[in-house]
């Protein structure tokens, strides 16, 4: 399987996030002036800002992020609300605030520069720390409770699904007989495992191995799915669909629900052979950052943006 790791930022940036495809995300939302939007994925604001540029004084955006520090952004617009909510209870959110259509979302699916950057949050390799990870400070499972309680066989299945960790079997296995002495807290705990099993490049090998426990801390996958789900449920006809993936895990469910409606690689089709079309693509193929971004933003290297429209 093709890996296109989330990798880290290599070069830190002083802002709390760099907008990645930020015009072509815009672009592919196919902005109507006095529409209604969802940014499902806040963060440092960058694309609400863009999406607010381009929406008239009838225009309408809501916006998710989980992430308390994220809150701190909130734009000062009339136009604008934002929700303290992970976007897998969008629909939910949206008949609170009366919204029962859209005609535009985004997500864009990264781990923000601030959250990479920030020791105390445990997403990032490059510091010591907690061993967190949590997108929502109030989720219940840390990503130490991960590593001290899971089985060995289930995080073999996380390290070799989530992180195509080579092997993970023996990282899996090393993490049990690890915690038998002490339990896992700090980052350095987890490195100095790593680093006894690591496989090829180092930064590659830590980002894949910090990547899985990501996802498996945040359920990301599954509320990936919810989100596609409600997309399809509470788009107008002819309403845009942008997301933003940073590995094949991610691209593969957007792509296949876009193209079929399923998250399967072929449509699941009835008795007659057909199957219920959702969505019709806008990009055929995914669109990637140019030289210029990928130069400017190390993030943009593995981001891959497809856009559908609601039939």
């Known amino acids: 399987m093709k890996n296109n790791s989330d990798l880290e930022p290599q ?13 072509e995300s815009i672009q592919g939302l196919n902005i109507k002036p006095n529409g209604t939007y969802v940014d499902a994925t806040f963060g440092g604001g960058g694309h609400s800002k863009a999406i607010l540029n381009a929406l008239g004084a009838d225009g309408r955006l809501i916006a998710f992020d989980q992430d ?42 990264g781990v923000s520069s601030w959250q990479f950057d920030t020791a105390e949050r445990g997403f990032s390799f490059r510091f010591d720390g907690p061993l967190d ?10 990503a130490g409770e991960v590593l001290n309680e899971k089985s060995a066989e289930d ?10 960790v080579r092997n993970a079997k023996t990282l899996a296995q090393a993490i ?7 339990p896992f807290v700090t980052i350095a705990d987890l490195k100095i495992v790593v680093n006894q099993c690591r496989m090829g490049e180092a930064h590659k090998y830590y980002a894949q ?5 990501r996802i498996e801390v945040n359920n990301e996958l599954g509320t990936l799915k919810k989100l596609l789900e409600q997309s399809a449920e ?23 629900y876009m193209k079929h409606g399923t998250f399967e690689d072929e449509p699941v089709k009835d008795f007659f052979g057909n199957f219920e079309k959702k969505f019709k693509l806008i990009t055929k193929k995914p669109i990637e950052a140019g030289e210029k971004e990928k130069r400017e933003n190390s993030r943009s290297r593995s981001a891959k943006l497809r856009v559908a429209e609601k039939i």
């Open 11 to 23: 070069n830190s940036d002083a802002s709390y996030h760099i907008s990645v495809l930020l015009q």
């Open 68 to 109: 308390a520090d994220a809150q701190k952004n909130a734009l000062d617009d009339s136009r604008f609300t934002l929700i303290k909510a992970n976007f897998e209870d969008m629909n939910r959110f949206l008949r609170l605030h009366e919204v029962n259509a859209v005609d535009g979302i985004l997500a864009d699916l």
């Open 133 to 142: 990870m949590r997108m929502n400070q109030q989720g219940q499972v840390t």
């Open 155 to 164: 995080l073999q299945l996380m390290f070799s699904l989530y992180g195509v």
């Open 176 to 182: 049990v007989e690890a915690r038998l002495q002490r």
């Open 209 to 213: 191995v910090f990547q899985a426990i």
């Open 234 to 256: 509470v788009l107008n006809s002819g309403g845009r669909l942008a997301v933003i993936t940073f590995h094949s895990l991610e691209d593969r469910l957007v792509k296949n």
